[in-house]
């Protein structure tokens, strides 16, 4: 217990620091608990408690994520969505799985490396366009709709891995059980929902949290990804009150999401052998696979290259979904990994982002310069 | 009669802010409203001039407003609190604003074009110690108190008897020739 105060105490004073100085708080929870823990200085440990703590981060993070994807949002939009969605998606899967492959993981954690490697954080692309102020320019749009194809990848992809050895078919009956219940109570029970939401008492936060929470142990009774369910149940509930559920939800969401980057970094170990030449080459080639789909992008929705580096900008810092799908499905190496990439990604992106624009307008005025002096030379 | 005018005063308070942005909204031709997940709202709208405005109503509550001149590539940006996007609009529509007074004319294009003020005044020390009644203001000036702000409190539609003290804000209604009328008769009192 006292491990998590302390944790807590450090991530309040990293959290004022880095806000002042406006560049990304996840990496630095996670260096807290790299320092805090098994790999640094070893105060705290993870138990029973800090482990009920940052799995209710991870359920609450992606009950937000599902509250914010509105299905008939997306249909609405569906071929900006699908082209840069497709381009991000092949670009960076393909990158990553074959640069983990040859780096020598086998082949299921090449594939976790390749979706931690792909997914970009949807948190700081937001709060990196909103801070920049940059939602004018028209690649800012082209980034939230990629946000929004990698929440839906990130769906597929947990429903997929959990599948493993299960019987396919009993297995996607239960799914579809679950979500047929979800639906049907957020259809017929939208009147005594909104109702619920409404009132001013401690109703509406118990109500949300209870939901969250049985929707999840009950998809664990029935062996079926609670992650996913717990997406699907805040889709559900989008079509009701969606700002309220977000309010309700965004106490437990911010406290336990804190607790979750800490103590995956306090779980982090560095004694089984660490290849840092190996965690270096995959942090580059993130970045560098980014910018080969942001141009390819850029290119094909926006017709310019230099655009392209805007998209590169934004979306180069991997962050919570990462770390989820090191926690839910990684080895100890490959959390290691995930760790090493989230913290150089989202570290290299703040600034990317923020000078994304002079870096653009530095190109252009090189491109600009160049023209004239050739034709000088070329008259004498 | 009073039951009718407080009934007035109850629907115009409640449907001011409505009323506002149906009218901002039709005198837009091009506004163009968006939905970004995440990230909340976008209008944007050209001017005839071909310049650009959007403004954004982020989740994170604050409001951007961005502008970007025709043949420019780079928008500029401002970051306000909503107390200070309500002053911009304020102030785009065209209402006189002071230190303490602010004034907002309303525009019911459905009503034969029916314009209502509204207008803040700072109480001055003549007035203060008097009721609404004792200073006739409907009678002299046709002009009628709605509501009075004391002390960070709000009092909606006081009444006749209400004694003003000094600090107190009053927001008053009318026509602007009346609002004139009663910046003249009372505040000078």
């Given amino acids: ?144 709709w990629l946000m929004v194809f990698e929440d839906l990848i990130l769906i ?15 297995f996607m009956v239960k799914i579809l059980g679950v979500l047929g219940v979800l639906y049907a109570l957020a259809h017929y029970g939208k009147e005594f929902l909104i109702s619920i939401l409404d009132r001013d008492d401690e109703l509406p936060i118990l109500f949300t949290f209870a939901a969250v929470l049985t929707t999840a142990s009950f998809s664990m009774y029935l062996g079926i990804p609670e992650s996913m369910m717990v997406i699907a149940l805040g889709v559900a509930f989008a079509t009701t009150d969606p700002d309220a559920f977000e309010q309700h939800a965004r106490p437990f969401k911010d406290v336990f999401l804190v607790v979750f980057f800490v103590f995956f970094g306090v779980t982090i170990d560095f004694s089984g052998g660490i290849n840092w030449f190996m965690i270096a080459i995959i942090c580059i080639l993130a970045i560098v ?29 991997r962050g919570e979904f990462s770390i989820a799908i090191a926690v839910l499905y990684g080895s100890p190496l490959v959390g290691t990994t995930i760790a090493a990439l989230v913290i150089v ?12 624009t002079s870096l653009r307008r530095g190109i252009m005025n090189l491109g600009r310069k160049k023209a004239p002096s050739h034709r000088v030379h070329t008259g004498r | 009669m009073f039951f009718i005018i407080s009934l007035f005063r109850r629907f115009i308070l409640s449907h001011i802010i409505i009323y506002f942005r149906i009218i901002s909204l039709m005198s837009a031709m091009s506004l163009r409203s968006l939905n970004l997940p995440g990230v909340g709202t976008k209008y944007e709208f050209q001017t005839d001039k071909g310049d650009t405005v959007a403004i954004f109503f982020t989740k994170t509550g604050t409001i951007q407003m961005y502008t970007l001149q025709k043949g420019c590539n780079t928008p500029s940006a401002a970051e306000m609190t909503p107390v200070e ?51 006739q203001i409907r009678a002299k000036t046709g002009a009628t108190v709605i509501a009075v702000c004391r002390h960070d409190m709000n009092i909606v539609n006081p009444a006749p008897s209400f004694v003003f003290e000094t600090g107190d804000a009053a927001l008053v209604i009318g026509e602007s020739d009346q609002i004139k009328m009663f910046e003249r008769e009372i505040m000078v009192d």
């Fill in chain 1, 1 to 144: 217990m006292e491990g998590i105060v302390l944790a807590l105490f450090l991530c309040l004073v990293l959290a004022l620091i880095t806000k002042y100085l406006s560049v990304p708080v996840i990496p630095f929870y996670i260096l807290a608990g790299v320092l805090l823990g098994k790999a640094g200085l070893g105060l705290v440990t993870s138990d029973v408690i800090s482990r009920f703590f940052s799995e209710m981060g991870l359920i609450f993070l992606l009950f937000f994520m599902g509250l914010g994807l509105k299905p008939e949002r997306i249909a609405a939009n569906r071929s900006a969505v699908l082209t840069s969605g497709i381009i991000d998606l092949n670009v960076n899967m393909i990158i990553g799985f074959v640069a983990s492959y040859l780096l020598g993981f086998s082949l299921i954690e090449s594939l976790i490396i390749a979706s931690a490697f792909y997914i970009s954080s949807t948190a700081m692309a937001i709060t990196s366009l909103i801070e920049n102020r940059k939602l004018m320019l028209r690649e800012s749009e082209t980034v939230i």
């Fill in chain 1, 345 to 356: 990604t989202s570290i290299i992106g703040s600034f990317t982002a923020k000078y994304s």
């Fill in chain 1, 289 to 317: 696979s980014k910018l080969i789909s942001g141009v390819l992008t850029g290119i094909a929705i926006h017709g310019s290259a230099l655009s392209g580096l805007e998209i590169w900008g934004n979306t180069i810092g």
């Fill in chain 1, 156 to 170: 597929v992809f947990l429903a997929l891995i959990s599948a493993g050895n299960q019987n396919l078919i009993i």
């Fill in chain 2, 85 to 135: 996007a309500r002053r911009l609009g304020n102030i785009l529509t065209g209402a006189i604003i002071e230190a303490d007074q602010e004034s907002v004319e309303i525009a019911f294009s459905a009503l034969a074009d029916l314009r209502v003020t509204i207008h803040s005044f700072l109480i001055p020390k003549a007035v203060a110690g008097r009721t609404i009644e004792d200073l």
